[in-house]
């Protein structure tokens, strides 16, 4: 069994802050884990992904996320906000073995930035 | 290349009646998911197609929803006698060959569906 647990429904940052969005999941199995981020009116799109390989993944626009077995985290950070970031963000947790091969999302956190 | 697409993009349907939802994948991409997504909440998985065939069709949450798949491309999800709460944006998303775990998903734009 595999679940995914994003810590904030709601993020509230000003331009040119900081970003944390948290993520915590539990798998039966060593996973593969993404962050995915959701513009209203569009479809999801991949920001990054962790497959076992290095613990910091770097992603698209300025994100990255580090791979934290012990806490069982994968959190997305970003040093500094734009305007543009505001959207859903996904944490998505795929069980590498198993035999499963369907990934759980979790509910999404919204990331609002001020100007 | 082109994207994910499905349509029609938004679908205002009366209670009863039946609909159908479509979706072309990447070319070439031969697993494809369908995904249903109600305000405020996470992606509920649907149905996985690997190929023309679904090894997994857990989440469909009735049998009123069905889906096929057809020369290893275009999808059509099915809802028969509508409900209220079948009321979602339903997303449709396809990877290309691979070990699926490790595999990005790419996502179609979703149909918005409403029943009166």
């Known amino acids: 069994a595999q679940s995914v647990t994003q810590l904030d429904s709601h993020v509230s940052v000003s331009e040119g802050t900081p970003v944390l969005l948290r993520c915590n999941y539990s798998?039966?199995?060593?996973?593969?884990l993404f962050w995915y981020v959701q513009h209203p009116n569009k479809g999801l799109q991949l920001l990054l992904k962790?497959?076992?390989?290095?613990?910091l993944v770097k992603g698209i626009n300025g994100f990255e996320a580090e791979f934290k077995k012990s806490e069982t985290s994968f959190h997305l950070t970003k040093p500094s906000a734009h305007m543009s970031d505001a959207a859903e963000y996904f944490c998505?947790?795929?069980?590498?073995?198993?035999?499963?091969?369907?990934?759980?999302f979790g509910r999404g956190t919204s990331l609002i930035v001020h100007p | 290349g082109a994207g994910v697409s499905q349509s029609p993009s938004n679908k205002v349907t009366e209670k009863g009646k039946d609909v159908e939802l479509r979706c072309d994948p990447i070319?070439?991409?031969?697993?494809l998911y369908w995904y249903r997504q109600s305000l405020g909440q996470g992606l509920e998985f649907l149905i996985y197609?690997?190929?023309?065939?679904?090894?997994?069709k857990s989440g469909l949450p009735s049998d009123r929803f069905s889906a096929e798949r057809t020369g290893g491309s275009v999808s059509t999800l099915t809802i028969q006698r509508t409900q209220q709460e079948d009321s979602a944006v339903y997303l449709c998303?396809?990877?290309?060959?691979?070990?699926?775990?490790?595999?990005?998903?790419?996502f179609g734009p979703g149909t918005r569906l409403t029943v009166l």
């Open positions: 998303a396809s990877s290309p060959p691979g070990l699926e775990v490790y595999n990005e998903q790419f």
């Open positions: 798998s039966s199995y060593s996973p593969s």
């Open positions: 962790y497959t076992s390989a290095a613990t």
């Open positions: 998505v947790v795929s069980p590498v073995g198993g035999g499963s091969y369907i990934p759980t």
């Open positions: 070319s070439g991409h031969t697993a």
């Open positions: 197609f690997q190929g023309n065939s679904a090894p997994d």
